[in-house]
């Protein structure tokens, strides 16, 4: 009995609460209070609905990225220089894995993008229904609100002359005064025209106080409850389809999840899941092929000694090569093999093997060693590197410092088509040669001629790159720093390039120039991208800590807006430089 009086309580509260809905949406607040809460779904409906299209559109660039990744993997495993065997095989499979995912999140790029469209046609047809109902609720309530004043006006006017009236008609009898007989004619003809007056104004107002019951009556039984029910019907519309499309993105987002699983861990057995694909990797097997395959280039001896044809000079050749060999150098016997547990041959698996080494007798082959890749010092008579651009300009009266236009016109002469350039680092002793020469004296060098940097076009690239990174003050300024990362936060493309557009032009002369020849070469470079495979984005990658500063950055995380600055300016390239 109680649980039936319980429940009898909680469905006469919700009676009770329906009723107080609809006597609160018949009252003279309803269309306005459905007018503002329309405008909130609407407005919700739009902020679910750029989520879905910048959802939709990380979602595409993360697909089409991986696909490019997944071709350009495929493109190394096919290389003669990549590791072939079971290695080349088993890392085939992780690619196609991976192409697999990025076909589940085009495909999931595609639905949230057709389901922001919906959603935007959806507030489209909101916005003109609630644009047509706000103007026949809200004229409809004016219209009474009008005529009730008008009953107002029209009762201060007829109380104003019955009280006039009134005070004629009294005040002859009790003036005592005598009056004439134009005096008696006067004063009735006053009264005569007051109670014309007063007879007019009594009409009127009975009129208007018709007219305003018609109106109220018309408002309350037809008018607002037709305004009334349609905006209700438009919010519960509005709010079903953004909770429908909330639905189907959870059930999307699930069904992308699924699927990647599937991929990596197939439900059939037979399949084998990601993991132990890389297991499949056999390190040793792969080393044994590779090593077999050379078999064909050797030559064994058919009686356990292996034969040498060779003419006297050749022997005599060898003979010499073989004693300055033994004169410097001593070997010791084999160490015994290291016992190590055994382990699993999978991918990234160590072979531990024992390692017998030459034992130099003496330094003099060292020191032979070290004199082939040393070269004379040379003291920094005009240093480069370390000096802030505006000293350079006045020292070399050059807008953009020498080294800058000499590394350039290096890497637009030979490191164009080079896969890498600026990626890939020089060998270290070429850089350092390089570097001593500037800072002693510049004008030894010409980059049109290769063998001034040893041939190592990406020696160039890195001394550019060094000669950035060692600036006192970056080259996009630690005062103009905050103002290009928050320009990087900047969502709408034109926007954000022209912000970063208007902190250019505020660089000193210096910086602007070398920004500015810089960023003309950095988009040649990208023009060649489909061979150097080094495109803006990647690029940005390269530039952004080295022109900002790895210093400035509060947190790692300005790292990406760090290349996203660097990577807007390279796409806005002439927009922002003129090439001329």
């Not at 003979?319 to 033994?326: D, I, S």
């Not at 350039?408 to 060998?427: F, K, M, N, W």
Request: aromatic share 8%; charged share 25%; proline share 4%.
């Amino acid at each position: 009995m109680s649980e039936l009086h319980s429940g009898s309580d909680v469905a006469q509260h919700k009676d009770q609460r329906t009723q107080l809905v609809d006597d609160i949406l018949r009252s003279d607040i309803g269309v306005s209070s459905l007018l503002s809460r329309l405008k909130q779904a609407i407005t919700s409906t739009r902020d679910f609905s750029v989520f879905l299209k910048k959802r939709a559109s990380l979602e595409d660039d993360n697909a089409q990225g991986l696909r490019k990744l997944c071709r350009s993997t495929y493109e190394s495993l096919r290389k003669p220089e990549s590791r072939q065997e079971s290695y080349a095989k088993h890392l085939d499979e992780f690619a196609q894995a991976h192409e697999h995912l990025a076909d589940n999140g085009m495909q999931f790029a595609q639905a949230l993008y057709q389901m922001h469209e919906d959603l935007a046609e959806l507030i489209s047809l909101m916005e003109r229904g609630r644009k047509h109902w706000k103007q026949f609720g809200l004229s409809s309530e004016k219209k009474v609100h009008d005529a009730e004043q008008f009953v107002e006006k029209a009762k201060i006017k007829y109380d104003s002359i019955a009280e006039e009236y009134e005070r004629v008609r009294t005040g002859d009898r009790r003036s005592g005064k005598s009056f004439g007989f134009k005096g008696s004619k006067s004063g009735i003809q006053h009264e005569e025209e007051l109670y014309k007056r007063l007879a007019a104004a009594d009409s009127d107002y009975a009129n208007k106080v018709q007219s305003a019951k018609y109106q109220r009556a018309e408002l309350i039984h037809t008018l607002r409850p037709q305004a009334v029910n349609n905006l209700r019907e438009m919010i519960y519309e509005c709010d079903a389809g953004l909770t429908a499309q909330l639905q189907k993105y959870a059930q999307l987002s699930e069904k992308l999840t699924l699927s990647n699983g599937i991929i990596l861990i197939p439900l059939d057995s037979d399949e084998r899941s990601l993991r132990q694909t890389i297991n499949m990797v056999d390190n040793q097997e792969d080393f044994k092929s590779y090593i077999l395959g050379l078999s064909s280039k050797v030559s064994f001896p058919t009686d356990g000694k292996q034969m040498i044809e060779s003419t006297p000079t050749d022997s005599l050749s060898i003979n010499n090569n073989l004693q300055k060999f033994t004169e410097n150098q001593t070997y010791r016997p084999p160490t015994p093999p290291i016992e190590t547990k055994d382990h699993a041959q999978g991918f990234g698996a160590i072979i531990q093997q024992p390692v017998i080494l030459p034992q130099a007798s003496n330094a003099s082959h060292a020191q032979r060693q070290s004199s082939q890749h040393s070269f004379p010092e040379l003291p920094p008579i005009r240093p480069v590197f370390g000096v802030a651009l505006d000293k350079l300009l006045a020292r070399d009266d050059s807008a953009v410092p020498i080294i800058v236009y000499q590394c350039i016109q290096a890497v637009d002469l030979y490191g164009l088509d080079v896969e890498g350039i600026y990626r890939l680092s020089g060998e270290k002793r070429h850089v350092e040669r390089i570097k001593a020469i500037f800072n002693n004296d510049a004008s030894k060098i010409d980059f049109r001629r290769p063998e001034d940097f040893f041939h190592d076009v990406n020696g160039v690239a890195s001394i550019l790159k060094q000669f950035f990174r060692d600036l006192p003050d970056p080259l996009l300024t630690n005062k103009l720093y905050s103002g290009f990362i928050d320009a990087a936060n900047i969502d709408d493309d034109v926007t954000r390039r022209d912000s970063l557009h208007a902190l250019i032009n505020q660089l000193p002369d210096p910086n602007y120039a070398t920004l500015r020849i810089l960023a003309l070469h950095l988009n040649r470079v990208q023009e060649h991208s489909n061979v150097n495979r080094m495109n803006t984005g990647n690029l940005a990658i390269c530039f952004g800590p080295t022109l900002m500063g790895s210093d400035a950055a509060p947190n790692i995380a300005d790292a990406g807006w760090q290349a996203r600055v660097i990577d807007s300016i390279l796409q806005n390239c002439f927009s922002i430089f003129h090439e001329d």
